[in-house]
């Protein structure tokens, strides 16, 4: 809800490295001596925030596996223990972090510190005096100094340049209109997507919008077909209400179906269930029931319910490839044979409560590889936009962040990296915008083209805005 999110700006904090000797804070505790492989196995990461569950990341620098079955994590106090289940391996350059909130807290002022499992001998451990925001990082991975970065649980940490380019005046008109009638939506609707003269709309309160255009310049809900009022959506089991929030296509259209990102169960709002969720829109029905589920639940870092996946956007498999995209999960440029039928592209997904993007294979079978994780440089992301016409992945915020949106493309170095970060059009208020959408190329008319939003909290009777941007 927007007064979470107001909350917890008010609650962001500086930190502060502080390093020196051992067990001083900051710093890193010397290992006890002990064989190795034990030695390669390194406190790699931590998250203290609570809008992640407190968490610590183990990373293997050696060049052979590490059986740390039973090993134990602790705080500053003795007292405090978190055994690593049986059968947890970590393989050479491997990342696996441990979510220990249920044992014990981790505070602003505090350690992170691994054991053997004897409970005695100390592998490892950091202390610091500040909450992470988001996260401790060592940079570099397994041997570099802690310092403050984005969050990158079970994956490389983010060690590149922490420089944005400086924030630009909106590429486009600084006016904005509205683009629906009065209260046609109601508060909640989130992810925009437009498919030639229809826009998919996300409405986080459980429904599916087919919008066609009003006649002037905006959009309407269409009314055949059973979608005068929004479709209810479901699981695939035909239960629960999907807190779906953002919304996209593949290249197949909407007749391949249309995709969601979905942060929680509506009917069981208290338990994250961070999934992608696909439908089939071509009934006339008044509901729509899943037909496949990527519960990305337990790849991902544990986040509040009410602050999880909010953005999702398709890449094809082309795009990725001709821009020398680098899959994280081998750490070889991305092969899209490598991985069976998948519709032939990448989704990826925003997490509200870190700012951070993941991109995912999805499997027709229902498997599913994460193969990129990358810091957003804001504290919440909202809408997620891949353009064709410029290659480029619009990312966005909300009120949280004023409006800012950013935009990224594939690096020397085959990561997404930031290439721009726009203020939003100075003609529009700072709405709590959960969705935008890009028109596309054919609809460019002067040199620019449209762009909408969708404001969650339907300021001032509207949902939808319409706005535009250079070609």
Known sequence: MPETRRWQSRLRRSLVVVTGPALVFGALSAPAAHAAPADDVRVNEVVTTGDVNDSIELYNQGTAAVDVSGWILKDDKD???????????????????????NQFGLGSEDQARLYLADGSTLVDSFSWKK????????CPDGTGSFTQTSLTLGAANNCGSTSDPSPAAWP?????????????????????????????????SGKI?????????????????????????HYPDGSGTPDDEGITLTGAGSPGGVYTSNERDGDNSDTSRLSVLRYDVSGTGTSLTATKEWNLTDDLPSTDPNLGLEGVTWIPDASLTSAGFKDSSTGAAYDPGHYASHTGGVFFVGVEGTGTVYGYVLQDSGAFTRVA????????????????????????????????????????????????VYQRPSGMPNYNNEGFSVAAATECTGGAKPVYWSDDSNDGGHALRKGSISC
Not at 131 to 137: K, Q, V
Not at 375 to 398: I, K, N, T
């Open 79 to 101: 007292s405090s223990k978190y055994q690593i289940a049986s059968g947890t391996k970590l393989a050479p350059g491997g990342f696996k972090a441990f979510d220990v909130h």
């Open 172 to 204: 486009g008109s600084s006016s904005v209109t509205t683009a629906d009638g009065s209260n046609v939506f109601g508060e909640d609707l989130s992810g925009l997507y437009q498919e030639g003269g229809v826009m998919w709309a996300a409405q986080n």
């Open 373 to 420: 994780t990358i810091s957003s440089g804001m504290s919440a992301v909202m809408e997620l936009q891949w353009e064709p016409q410029a290659s480029r992945l619009w990312v966005v915020c909300d009120d949280t962040c004023d409006g800012q949106h950013r935009t990224m493309q594939v690096n020397a170095s085959g990561a997404f990296a930031t290439t721009a």
């Open 131 to 138: 909450h992470s925001a988001p996260s401790w990082s060592r």
């Open 209 to 233: 919008w087919r919008l066609v255009p009003n006649g002037s310049g905006g959009w309407k809900p269409d009314t055949a077909s059973g979608w005068g009022s929004g479709k209810k959506v």
